[in-house]
């Protein structure tokens, strides 16, 4: 099929008819309405949707560049737009009606777009590797697979994975507007990554990959107790906070200044060994998923050291923050140029000393001269108009909120806890001590231990040490932790920040050795009846714990509790059949997870019973279905067991978080 121009020639259903009734659809779509369709870089409004979902602590700008992935490809994204070569038409249209579609048909955020983007990259330089870069409706399933190995190798999994679902989203659009000359039909062959929560020896093992390791653990508390300088001071409070909260690291970065939050209780007084007032302590932080301002109420041995990190950034970003508010005060003026007017002129010389640049050298009157500062002379020395210089520095930096919320409340850079000043953390660059800023997850993640293709620029405070963690990390710890504490599913979705209680389980790992263990501990307390307990309450002592560990090798994870029978050696008698009086089966005391799923399963069970009541005989012994008898009695009983779990969050003997074998019978079903 021809790859030219439109022509009257061209039939309705034709592939190209259709694509360029795709792309006028979209130049004339209300999605991302700042851009201008013919440009490079779409560069998005601040006012826009999908930049308001976009958290100030993201390093990436509000932008879409519409090159080709050789110049902007893994390990070169800080090469600038201008300097990339553009995608070429006719698929640099596609690729824009696409992304546009997409924005106006899905409330995605500015991530999502460029996964789109990316996916579109591999596509396009396969298509030119093919020579068919003006064929789009030569696009074919072969050239999805092949930009699929691409992505393979040059991603992480999970990246990978990601960008292969938005291949998998461009096919179908293809197909469902029939822009290619045969359908596509392409499905992504690249594995989902594990969660981590799996109970498989490899689902297990990818978990514990998320986990902080002990010896990084011991290695950043000792330097919390000792930090070497203001620079580790700082690092380290906010890596405390992460550890005292489990909070998300855009949470951390944008906690407001005045966050400390104390709850009197009657009869309050001060801690005799540290000084804290006693009562419920909190920290005000803006919670991602919800939206809004929350209040994280800290563990009583929590609340010193958060206090401490607290302590520490306000006055170690003390000067960053006076800063920020004199600017945010004096919009497009910068301070040390405060006793000067924008149109006085200044020497180089002493334009360089007040902001703190070495004085004379090339780089830095190159930045006056290259950016357009209007240029004077003075014999030889060469004079700037001040507010030029201002102008400059001032198109290069945000002093505009740093978030603001649904509800309207906002927060100014000046209002938060954590202000730096620009290149404070750069090794290469003069830090620039008049230009306040937020400190991003990606310098922040850079400081802690850098990714291993920062590491040549970045030394972490961590990675000195040849250890090496991710923010994310804390946040699975703690959580982890938490679960194991005995925190139930809506206590810990509240405090983790969340807005469903099933996102716990993608956060709660070893679970398999964990919850083996905690079976385990149920016989050793006494609290378990059955065969296996009573065997091992009549051994000597001395071979108790090799006939349990014998005995009780899985704990099995389910919607209602969790289940102890060892699979890898026999069959589960009682399979499917939990509730119906079934030893191995064991609740947790106030999982409300657990709860939620019995009065799901009590609900179903009820109706069953309805109907099976339904066709029974009438008194006579007229009507009625076969057998129905035996379905009441089904229900019944298992009703009986479900009402039996439920009963074990109201035992008072039983203590919240216990595991509980539900039923003491022995016998299995059928006996």
Not at 48 to 63: F, N
Request: with cysteine; charged share 25%; glycine share 6%.
């Amino acid at each position: 099929m021809s790859s030219g121009p439109l022509t009257d020639s061209l039939l309705p259903d034709d592939p190209l008819v259709k694509l360029a009734a795709f792309i006028a659809k979209a130049k004339c779509s209300p999605a991302l309405k700042s851009i201008n369709w013919n440009d490079v870089e779409w560069k998005l409004d601040a006012s826009d949707p999908i930049v308001e979902k976009q958290r100030s602590h993201k390093s990436y700008g509000s932008s879409l560049a519409f090159t080709t992935r050789d110049t902007s490809g893994r390990g070169q994204m800080r090469v600038r737009a201008s300097e990339r070569t553009a995608i070429a038409s006719p698929y640099a249209d596609f690729a824009k009606a696409d992304v546009r579609l997409h924005a106006e048909a899905n409330n995605v955020s500015i991530s999502v777009l460029r996964r789109d983007l990316t996916a579109h990259q591999f596509l396009e330089r396969e298509l030119r590797r093919t020579g068919e870069t003006n064929s789009i409706d030569q696009l074919t399933i072969r050239h999805f697979e092949f930009a699929e190995e691409s992505i393979a190798k040059e991603q992480a999994p999970s990246t990978a994975y990601r960008i292969s679902q938005q291949l998998v989203r461009i096919s179908k659009v293809i197909d469902e507007r029939r822009l290619t000359a045969r359908p596509i039909g392409y499905e992504t062959r690249l594995k989902r990554p594990l969660d981590g929560d799996e109970l498989t020896e490899e689902g297990q093992a990818e978990g514990m990959k998320k986990m902080i390791s002990q010896e990084a653990l011991d290695k950043l508390a000792e330097i919390f107790a000792n930090p070497g300088s203001d620079y580790e001071r700082l690092i380290i409070s906010i890596v405390g906070l992460f550890v005292v909260g489990g909070f998300r690291a855009g949470e951390v970065l944008t906690i407001p200044v005045d966050c400390w939050q104390h709850q009197l209780q009657q009869g309050d007084s001060l801690d005799p060994k540290t000084g804290v007032i006693l009562g419920n302590h909190g920290i005000l932080y803006a919670a991602e998923k919800a939206q809004d301002y929350r209040i994280k109420w800290l563990p009583k041995d929590a609340v010193e050291m958060a206090r401490r990190c607290v302590d520490d950034l306000t006055r170690l970003c003390q000067l960053a923050r006076e800063t920020a508010a004199w600017m945010e005060a004096s919009p497009g003026r910068l301070k040390p140029f405060a006793d000067l007017e924008p149109t006085d002129w200044i020497s180089g010389h002493e334009a360089c000393e007040r902001l703190g640049f070495a004085k004379q050298t090339h780089v830095n009157w190159k930045i006056f001269r290259e950016n357009r500062a209007t240029v004077g002379r003075a014999g030889r020395a060469a004079w700037y108009r001040v507010g030029d210089i201002e102008q400059w520095f001032n198109s290069n930096s945000v002093i505009d909120p740093v978030m603001t919320m649904p509800s309207g409340r906002t927060q100014r850079l000046s209002e938060t806890l954590v202000v730096v000043f620009r290149n404070q953390f750069h090794g290469n660059r003069p830090a620039l001590s008049f230009i306040p800023e937020l400190m991003t997850h990606s310098v922040l993640s850079g400081e802690i231990s850098p990714a291993p293709s920062q590491e040549g620029d970045r030394i972490g405070i961590l990675s000195r040490h040849g250890l090496r963690v991710t923010t994310k990390q804390f946040r699975h710890w703690l959580n982890t932790l938490a679960d194991r504490g005995g925190l139930n599913g809506i206590e810990l979705a509240k405090w983790m920040g969340r807005l469903e209680i099933s996102q716990n389980a993608a956060y709660k790992h070893g679970t398999l050795a964990i919850r083996t263990e905690a079976a385990q501990s149920v016989i050793r307390a006494g609290d378990a009846e059955g065969t296996i307990p009573r065997i091992y309450r009549s051994l000597p002592p001395a071979d108790r714990e090799a006939f349990l560990k014998a005995s009780i090798t899985a704990a099995h994870a389910m919607s209602f509790g969790m289940c102890v029978h060892n699979f890898a050696q026999s069959p589960c008698p009682n399979c499917n059949q939990c509730l119906r009086k079934c030893p191995e089966y064991i609740r947790i005391k106030g999982d409300m997870e657990q709860r939620q799923a019995l009065l799901e399963m009590k609900a179903l069970e009820e109706r069953n019973l309805q109907r099976a009541q339904a066709a029974l005989c009438d008194s006579d012994g007229k009507g009625g279905y076969y057998g129905a008898d035996r379905w009441v009695t089904w229900s019944k009983e298992t009703l009986a067991g479900i009402d039996e779990a439920l009963a074990v969050d109201d035992d008072d003997a039983i203590s919240s978080g216990s595991q509980t074998r539900v039923f003491e019978e022995t016998r299995q079903i059928g006996d």
